[in-house]
């Protein structure tokens, strides 16, 4: 059974990752996160938020680099993730398709009384 998705308000991640609430409001202003929003309109981080956070964190603050070159490799990898799960989604249909394939081969390869080729070729003869 999944476990219900945990959700993080904005003051907590703030803390988590000793960066002030300002700057995550103006991650979400550039589009690099998306946090959902409660009734009240506050916004609401989950594990799959605060994952892209750290991975922005790590680029901005180790490598140096900008938020312009943060929002393109997010891009990137983003494009790649959809890339990796067509590609898997083609390879489960491939796979499921040259199963069919394979057990109609085997299904017309059954007769009801099995001759030896050597008994065809005196048959023909």
């Known amino acids: 059974m999944k476990e219900p998705k945990k959700y993080y308000m904005i003051s907590a991640v703030a803390r988590m990752y000793n960066i002030h609430p300002q700057t995550l409001r103006l991650y979400e202003r550039e589009g690099l996160l998306k946090p959902s929003r409660s009734q009240g309109n506050t916004r609401l981080y989950t594990d799959e938020d605060l994952k892209r956070l750290e991975l922005i964190l790590t680029l901005t603050r180790e490598m ?9 490799i997010l891009n990137m990898r983003d494009k790649l993730e959809a890339i990796q799960k067509q590609v898997s989604e083609l390879l489960q249909f491939v ?7 394979s057990e109609e081969l085997e299904n017309r390869g ?14 023909k003869e």
């Open 64 to 72: 140096g680099v900008n938020l312009a070159g943060v929002e393109i």
């Open 110 to 123: 059954r007769a009801i009384i099995k001759l030896s080729q050597m008994e065809i070729v005196r048959k």
């Open 95 to 101: 796979q499921k398709l040259l199963e069919e394939r």
